[in-house]
């Protein structure tokens, strides 16, 4: 079973940028199917982003252009970063694993972007 954990996250300006974190235990990363999804206040868990073990990535449409996905194998992390912040962004961010029936999730971050 492999265990995430987020970190990264805090209050930015809009306009601004973060980079998120999210670091796994356990063995066999590269054959992960690793995702970033978040939940805003009074809303539902929507995806933000996922790569699967190939590095294929796909978006939500409301982050295209923004967000960028990737990993490092050799690190157990993948990474969120944030660009062109902007307060509808605001959101406790989750990372996600999965492998087969292994489904894992972090505690999650918190972003706030605020003047």
């Known amino acids: 079973q492999v265990q995430v954990v987020e970190s990264g996250g805090g209050l930015v300006q809009p306009g601004g940028s973060l980079r998120l974190s999210c670091a796994a235990s356990g063995s066999i990363f590269s054959n992960y199917a690793l995702a970033w999804y978040r939940q805003g206040p009074g809303k539902q868990r929507e995806l933000v982003a996922r790569?699967?073990?190939?590095?294929?990535?796909a978006y939500a449409d409301s982050v295209k252009g923004r967000f960028t996905i990737s990993r490092d194998n050799a690190k157990n992390t993948v990474y969120l970063q944030m660009n062109s912040l902007k307060p509808e962004d605001t959101a406790v961010y989750y990372c996600?694993?999965?492998?087969?029936?292994?489904?894992?999730w972090g505690p999650g971050t918190q972003v706030t972007v605020s003047s």
């Open positions: 790569i699967n073990s190939g590095s294929r990535t």
């Open positions: 996600n694993a999965q492998w087969g029936t292994i489904d894992s």
